[in-house]
């Protein structure tokens, strides 16, 4: 976050305090040290990597065994291996910079991708475990080769261990900032990817254990029941979480706003500009992964011409702008009469 303060800083005019602490607060919005993703994306490929390995040993196993929830398992990979892609293109989409068409950049691109990356881990991961675990309940069908199978989850479960463990690191690293547990900052964060890749990685790892425990009653009890719950039960873990992430893509989708702690830091920030007298309103809308636009009013110091006014707001909303986590401002004064907030 230091690093990224202090681009922010020499953004603003040198020798100007003031305007580089408005941007520096801004960008704990952010909760990230790098701008741009690169720390996501880094998440999302080693993922990715886990993803395909983990699909094909599973595939050969599911193959080798017949069984059902080896099977739910590989499908889950396959699907997580696809969400991958669509994590990727969300990355490189979000970062495109602004145009004519899209003044506040494309962040929200991030969003609509990972939302089809969630809609795919519920048809392709869920849809399919649980068709297959019903199947298998009317028509089950004997299966072999257990040590393979359990060889085969096992090294899957040190691989998604691997990815999951990234994204966990990514994810403290931002709670820290914020003051939160690594869970609430995981379903808190502006940046989807990581709340995706964290998600399905969980998701994987309790399926795992799920499927080594349905292969193992199959084995013992040499009844395929046990083997087709379990396939079901990671559809119906696959289906939850793929909800959990649809819901959160939709909140940022509609619009969502920062943090109250980042809006009082922003209120702070504002009313320490010699020039502003008091804030009315502030709303800051997070419009990308670390990317919020500001909108506010404020009442400025003396009483200038319309015109010497508006030269003044515009300078103040270039500062604010100037912080790599700022899409855009748009500052108006405040009426006498509007309530000064108070933080």
């Not at 303060?5 to 801004?26: I, K, T, V, Y």
């Not at 068709?131 to 040590?147: C, K, M, N, S, Y």
């Not at 808190?188 to 998701?203: C, I, Y």
Request: glycine share 8%; hydrophobic share 50%; aromatic share 4%.
């Amino acid at each position: 976050m230091a690093d990224e303060q202090e681009r922010a800083g020499a953004s603003a005019a040198p020798g100007d305090g003031a305007a580089r602490r408005s941007p520096n607060l801004l960008v704990s919005v952010s909760g990230s040290a790098r701008p741009g993703g690169s720390e996501s994306a880094l998440t999302v490929l080693v993922a990715l990597a886990a993803n395909l390995l983990v699909a094909v040993a599973k595939s050969v196993a599911a193959a080798l065994t017949g069984s059902a929830s080896i099977l739910a398992e590989a499908a889950h990979s396959w699907a997580d291996t696809g969400n991958e892609v669509f994590l990727l293109i969300a990355n490189r989409r979000s970062v495109r910079p602004p145009d004519r068409a899209h003044p506040l950049g494309h962040g929200r691109e991030a969003y609509v991708w990972s939302l089809f990356a969630a809609l795919g881990l519920f048809v392709a991961g869920a849809a399919v475990s649980v068709t297959h675990g019903v199947q298998e309940l009317f028509r089950p069908e004997p299966a072999g080769d257990f040590i393979v199978g359990y060889a085969v989850l096992a090294v899957s479960f040190v691989l998604e261990g691997v990815s999951f463990l990234r994204s966990v690191r990514q994810a403290r690293v931002e709670a820290e900032l914020f003051h939160r547990d690594v869970i609430e900052q995981v379903l808190a964060t502006s940046d989807p990817t990581l709340r995706a890749v964290f998600a399905e990685d969980s998701a994987a790892l309790i399926g795992l254990v799920v499927a080594a425990a349905g292969l193992a009653a199959h084995q013992l009890t040499g009844s395929a029941t046990p083997d087709a719950i379990g396939s079901i039960l990671v559809g119906v873990l696959l289906a939850l979480v793929a909800l959990v992430l649809i819901n959160c893509n939709r909140r940022f989708l509609i619009g969502q706003e920062a943090d109250p702690r980042v809006l009082a830091a922003t209120v702070r920030a504002l009313l320490d500009e010699p020039e502003v007298a008091r804030v009315t309103y502030l709303r800051l809308e997070i419009v990308g992964p670390r990317m919020v636009s500001v909108v506010g009013d404020v009442d400025l110091v003396g009483d200038d011409a319309e015109s010497h006014l508006a030269v003044r707001l515009r300078a103040l909303e270039a500062r604010i702008t100037a912080s790599p986590a700022v899409a855009g401002t748009v500052l108006s004064l405040s009426a006498p009469d509007e309530p000064t907030l108070v933080v």
